[in-house]
T-cell receptor
Framework: KNEVEQSPQNLTAQEGEFITINCSYS?????LHWLQQHPGGGIVSLFM???GKKKHGRLIATINIQEKHSSLHITASHPRDSAVYIC????????????FGRGTQLTVWP | ETGVTQTPRHLVMGMTNKKSLKCEQH?????MYWYKQSAKKPLELMFV???????ENNSVPSRFSPECPNSSHLFLHLHTLQPEDSALYLC????????????????FGQGTRLTVV
């Protein structure tokens, strides 16, 4: 069983809809990362958080340490948000290695 | 532009070939990583280079050989690969925490799409 589980695996939405992607983890962590991967393959870091909530434009990330759960929200979704969203956790090793979820494929239709 | 550059972007190689993937980071980070991404699977860590402490080899076959000549450059040398090694290979860098410092987010390159024929 993977230490990091994401849901849903696939998500389709109409432009303008509110999107939520969930991430649950089963290990102690020092930080949780949300990443975005476009079809070309490159990965961009969206958020790194260890408590509470962060907001960047239309993206909001929350984390509940006690429940070992994080959510990524996209408000007013747009076709350019179509990508794979990946949750990853840092278990606090001095090597900085990350443990990844399988990703959520988001498709937003105009 | 993430500050991490990988070359080549695409590579097709035969099973008897020898090739190398290159990664360069311009962020002053102290750790660099090779990850493998196969279809329908989570990213898998292959190698870590941390310039303060140690490296990690995550049980990777010897046909993959990393080289880290300095803190800005990382190579992955490939030889006698198998078709199942076809995947996206991603390089990343980060600043791992030291005494009195906080770790940073990871920055990824665009990846090399490798096809072994």
């Amino acid at each position: 069983k993977n230490e990091v589980e994401q849901s849903p695996q696939n998500l389709t939405a109409q432009e303008g809809e509110f999107i939520t992607i969930n991430c649950s983890y089963s290990v102690g962590i020092s930080a949780l990362h949300w990443l975005q991967q476009h079809p070309g393959g490159g990965i961009v870091s969206l958020f790194m958080l260890s408590s509470g909530k962060k907001k960047h434009g239309r993206l909001i990330a929350t984390i509940n340490i006690q429940e070992k759960h994080s959510s990524l929200h996209i408000t007013a979704s747009h076709p350019r948000d179509s990508a794979v969203y990946i949750c990853a956790v840092d278990r606090g090793s001095t090597l900085g290695r990350l443990y990844f979820g399988r990703g959520t494929q988001l498709t937003v239709w105009p | 532009e993430t500050g991490v550059t990988q070359t080549p972007r695409h590579l097709v190689m035969g099973m008897t070939n020898k090739k190398s993937l290159k990664c360069e980071q311009h962020l002053g980070h102290n750790a660099m990583y090779w990850y493998k991404q196969s279809a329908k699977k989570p990213l898998e860590l292959m190698f870590v280079y941390n310039f303060k402490e140690q490296t990690e080899n995550n049980s990777v076959p010897s046909r993959f050989s990393p080289e880290c000549p300095n803190s800005s450059h990382l190579f992955l040398h490939l030889h006698t690969l198998q078709p199942e090694d076809s995947a996206l290979y991603l390089c990343a860098s980060s600043q791992v925490p030291g005494q009195g410092t906080r770790g940073t987010e990871a920055f990824f390159g665009q990846g090399t799409r490798l096809t072994v024929v």
